[in-house]
């Protein structure tokens, strides 16, 4: 009698250790495929600068992320200076002897940086589409507008439509 419930532990652990295994793997490439499945973003909503490159071919799409990854290192330094530059200013309005000005003047040296290190990672980004075919250069292209949505907007009023030539331009 000891050795047949001996047995019977022995396969409902082997049969439970099955399932748990096959649950374990099962459960894996669901969420694999369910990954793969997202939806694109909304229109609306603004995708990382560093997944612009989402739908280029996976050689292409890791050329770009370690190129985008260096020039986040070598820009590091002005974008923590602005961030320092930002807190300093925040911190100023507490004080008894707030210098507008010299916020004022902080808060420009914060931008200037930030624009420093923007325009550094954005002409690696240019350089980078130079080496793609004109179709690869296509899916970039549309990437950057998916993460650049709002900054590509037309500068008219918020929910209105312009009509007419941009200002400056004879109709």
Do not use: C, H
């Amino acid at each position: 009698m000891k050795s047949r419930s001996l047995i019977i532990a022995l396969v409902v652990s082997v049969a439970l250790n099955l399932f748990l295994g096959g649950l374990i793997v099962g459960g894996s490439v669901v969420a694999r495929r369910l990954a793969d499945l997202q939806p694109p973003p909304a229109a609306g909503q603004r995708l990382p600068l560093w997944r612009a490159a989402d739908d280029l071919p996976p050689p292409k799409r890791r050329a770009y992320r370690q190129m985008f990854r260096q020039a986040a290192l070598e820009t590091r330094e002005p974008v923590l200076q602005s961030r320092a530059l930002r807190r300093d200013a925040i911190a100023a309005l507490e004080s008894p002897g707030y210098d507008a000005e010299a916020a004022v003047a902080a808060m420009g040296q914060a931008r200037a940086k930030d624009m420093e290190a923007r325009s550094e990672v954005e002409a690696r980004i240019m350089r980078f589409a130079a080496t793609l075919t004109p179709d690869e250069r296509k899916l970039l292209a549309a990437g950057l507008r998916r993460a650049l949505a709002g900054q590509l907007r037309d500068p008219g009023m918020p929910g209105q439509r312009r009509r007419g030539p941009p200002p400056g331009e004879a109709p």
